[in-house]
T-cell receptor, first 111, second 110 residues
Framework: DAGVTQSPTHLIKTRGQQVTLRCSPI?????VSWYQQVLGQGPQFIFQ???????GRGNFPDRFSARQFPNYSSELNVNALLLGDSALYLC??????????FGPGTRLTVL | EDKVVQSPLSLVVHEGDTVTLNCSYE??????LLWYKQEKKAPTFLFML????IEKKSGRLSSILDKKELSSILNITATQTGDSAIYLC??????????FGAGTQVVVTP
């Protein structure tokens, strides 16, 4: 079975631009969560969606938004990019509130 | 504010050594404690602990949770170079929200 997939793998943007990251969960998983991992730190929680509804939001500015589609895939949008948004963005899926399984991540570089 | 603290932040050991990683947590509505291994990108799941005092084992890795002390340890015996990675301690609350520690970087030298 395919694991969590994310696209793109790498992305380079300039300050002020907007970016959309995509995630497809493991088949049968209805919950998707997004995390930001800055070099040298553990992942930080951004959003959790379950059955297409937002279940939780971390301490991130409104420039960050997300949504979950009827097929349970998800998008993370970041507007007005800042240098500090450069990070590895991880998506994880789970069946309900069980163990979360992570995708390979999208490496975002903001110049 | 919820927090998860890991120690040490990094360590270097020789193949065959035993490693003990520590994790403490302060989490509202705590439900479970998880350990993940991160080698390149995606953290991979190792253990989920919900009951205090019950050791979970997988090969050379084992882990235990102490709910009284709000802590957990991860042991790796007979370390191999393939054990080199960042080990993440993670708390999960009743909503399934994960709070990560900063991780412990383990380097196993031949």
């Amino acid at each position: 079975d395919a694991g969590v997939t994310q696209s793109p793998t790498h992305l380079i943007k300039t300050r002020g631009q907007q970016v959309t990251l995509r995630c497809s969960p493991i088949s049968g998983h209805k919950s998707v969560s997004w995390y930001q991992q800055v070099l040298g730190q553990g992942p930080q929680f951004i959003f959790q969606y379950y059955e297409k509804e937002e279940r939780g939001r971390g301490n991130f500015p409104d420039r960050f938004s997300a949504r979950q589609f009827p097929n349970y895939s998800s998008e993370l949008n970041v507007n007005a990019l800042l240098l500090g948004d450069s990070a590895l963005y991880l998506c994880a899926s789970s069946f309900g509130l069980a163990v979360q399984f992570f995708g390979p991540g999208t490496r975002l570089t903001v110049l | 504010e919820d927090k998860v603290v890991q120690s040490p932040l990094s360590l270097v050991v020789h193949e065959g050594d035993t490693v003990t990683l520590n994790c403490s947590y302060e989490v509202t509505n705590f439900r479970s404690l998880l350990w993940y291994k991160q080698e390149k990108k995606a953290p991979t799941f190792l253990f989920m602990l919900t009951s205090s005092g019950i050791e979970k084992k997988s090969g050379r890795l084992s882990s235990i949770l102490d709910k009284k002390e709000l802590s957990s340890i991860l042991n790796i015996t007979a370390t191999q170079t393939g054990d080199s990675a960042i080990y993440l301690c993670v708390s999960s609350d009743s909503w399934g929200k994960l709070q990560f520690g900063a991780g412990t970087q383990v380097v196993v030298t031949p």
